[in-house]
């Protein structure tokens, strides 16, 4: 079965940092896409960024770039999101999700349970 599990949200002030985890099982981890995504209530759920499995390379949406970073320990299975500078529009459910090749395609497989991150003004 797989499972993608994010965790590290909280509340954080406008300019602080967090960093979150999506623990991964059930699947051989090298071999997909590993996406996080974003949503507010009411909102469009909202793609921030993905981490290839081949070559790790790292793409973002301009609402974070340069601000955020992504980076995968296959050894742990767990893909992370670094998240800096925050501000408060960043306040959303975080999650991370399984791509279903091994870049970053425009289609996910697979969905974990997300983490809250709320950002005080």
């Known amino acids: 079965e797989v499972q993608l599990q994010a965790s590290g949200g909280g509340l954080v002030q406008a300019g602080g940092s967090l960093r979150l985890s999506c623990a991964a099982s059930?699947?051989?981890?090298?071999?997909?896409?590993i996406g996080w995504f974003r949503q507010v209530p009411g909102k469009e759920r909202e793609g921030i960024g993905c981490?290839?499995?081949?070559?790790?390379?790292?793409y973002y949406a301009p609402s974070v770039e340069g601000r955020f970073t992504i980076s995968s320990d296959d050894a742990k299975n767990t893909v992370y999101l670094q998240m800096n500078s925050l501000k408060p529009e960043d306040t959303a459910v975080y999650y991370c999700?399984?791509?279903?090749?091994?870049?970053?395609?425009?289609?996910?497989?697979?969905w974990g349970q997300g983490t809250q991150v709320t950002v005080s003004s």
């Open positions: 999700a399984r791509n279903k090749m091994y870049y970053c395609s425009v289609e996910y497989a697979d």
């Open positions: 059930g699947f051989t981890f090298d071999d997909y896409a």
């Open positions: 981490i290839s499995s081949s070559d790790s390379k790292t």
